[in-house]
């Protein structure tokens, strides 16, 4: 890898990381403010936790040998990453440890949105710590490392092409997706749900978020093409205008049902957007990335309304987000792609080869996060006291709040010259 490249990776990997804590204030202003701190707290720790686990055994799961025909990979060289640092291109290597590790941190945080409000910290850091090694681990190396969703014979024999994913639909949203609507199906939903209102707290925190969101993204999807080429450029093109149009796609639905079309509409649309076009940012031109867009919006704003008809609190919308807009992205490519693709020649292989590899992401994060939310479950427990989580669970599981007036009454210090010089603290108890 040459420096130019080099120095490409090393942002890309720097956007990608910043997504996180976009994510935490995408995230913590659409819960009360009463839990706000907790929500933000869920991705931060999880830069921490999957982070170290990346390093000490997460890369050699990931990047190492087929074991099990490609279920996951395994090299004893890449534990605490000795081999790479004594390795032929120490360089080139170091980032892609470094790139891969943020990708791998912020899908466990994309899950936290799902169980917003109502899980303890505690269980969150050994769930995160669980999943990631015997979930999202095996996933990546299938699709991305020659696994069993990557290599020319994946299926029945090389009868269909190995399916398509640059950055992450079926790795990244699918994936978190369906482990987001598996938890919230065991832990069940928060006091008050669908009888009260739940409004997100602030709005700017989640535009920004959003905005964050969409500036790391370029890192995300242009990054993945390893280097300062052709494919980078026109990734960063279909992330741009895939997105916008997501985001207008989701206002028209907005507008036509609801009668507003309002911010917080803005910044999903913009997230959706993004989701679909992760796994197709190579895959179609930008006129097909357009379409995409709309396609994904419209359908993504339609879908976050699914967990009022069947019940399940999805509390920030993942499924509705991620789950189906890696769903549309990733079986769009066998309609869209400019290679293979139904609707440019390119018959139906591909198509069913999307579908198939989506099919199998579904399946296998499913059970796997089923199986570790149960453990998690009967062991530690998932959910705060009734009491904690009416109150807000800043306070009592972090020893804070975000906004003084959530203590129940505050102490406010005058902060005037003549006190200062005095000496004095002249304080007044305010309710909230």
Not at 150 to 167: C, K, N, Q, T, V
Not at 177 to 199: S, Y
Not at 238 to 246: H, K, P, Y
Request: with cysteine.
């Amino acid at each position: 890898m040459d420096s130019g490249n080099a120095a490409w990776m090393l942002v890309s990997a720097s956007l990608v990381l910043l997504m996180t804590p976009g994510l935490a204030f995408f995230y913590g202003g659409m819960v009360r403010g009463k839990s706000v701190l907790n929500m933000m707290m869920m991705s931060f720790a999880a830069m921490g936790v999957v982070g170290i686990i990346w390093v000490l055994w997460g890369y050699a799961m990931v990047a190492g040998d087929n074991v099990a025909g490609g279920l996951f990979g395994w090299s004893s060289d890449y534990l605490g990453l000795s081999g790479i640092m004594n390795g032929e291109d120490p360089l080139t290597d170091l980032i892609t440890v470094g790139f891969q590790v943020t990708f791998a941190i912020i899908t466990v945080a994309l899950i936290s949105g799902a169980i917003a409000e109502r899980v303890k910290f505690s269980a969150w850091l050994v769930f995160a710590a669980i999943w990631v090694t015997f979930v999202y681990f095996p996933l990546a190396h299938m699709v991305w490392f020659g696994g069993l969703l990557f290599g020319e014979e994946w299926f029945l024999g090389g009868s269909l092409p190995a399916p398509i994913d640059f950055a992450g639909g079926t790795v990244v949203h699918i994936n978190a997706g369906v482990a987001a609507l598996a938890v919230v199906l065991l832990i069940g939903k928060r006091k008050g749900f669908g009888k009260e209102p739940m409004k997100p707290h602030n709005l700017p925190f989640v535009m920004l978020g959003a905005a964050l969101l969409w500036f790391g993204w370029f890192g995300f999807n242009a990054g993945s093409a390893f280097g300062a080429n052709e494919t980078a450029a026109l990734a960063w093109l279909n992330t741009t205008v895939c997105t916008g149009a997501a985001l207008l796609g989701w206002l028209v639905v907005e507008k036509i049902r609801d009668g507003h079309a309002t911010s917080l509409g803005a910044a999903s649309g913009i997230v959706a957007g993004l989701v679909a076009i992760t796994p197709a940012a190579a895959a179609v031109n930008p006129v097909g990335a357009i379409i995409l867009g709309v396609v994904a919006g419209a359908l993504c704003a339609l879908a976050v309304g699914l967990k009022y008809r069947f019940g399940y609190d999805d509390s920030l919308d993942v499924v509705g987000v991620h789950l189906v807009g890696g769903l549309v992205g990733t079986v769009a490519i066998g309609f869209l792609a400019t290679e293979g693709g139904l609707f440019f020649g390119g018959g139906a292989d591909q198509l069913v080869a999307q579908v198939v590899a989506a099919a199998f992401a579904i399946v296998f994060s499913l059970v796997l996060t089923f199986v570790i939310a149960a453990l998690v479950k009967v062991t530690i427990g998932w959910r705060v006291p009734e009491d904690v989580e009416v109150a807000g669970i800043d306070l009592a599981e972090h020893g804070e709040t975000a906004y003084e007036t959530l203590g129940g009454t505050r102490t406010r210090q005058a902060e005037t010259p003549v006190a200062a010089a005095r000496g004095t603290d002249s304080t007044t108890e305010v309710k909230a």
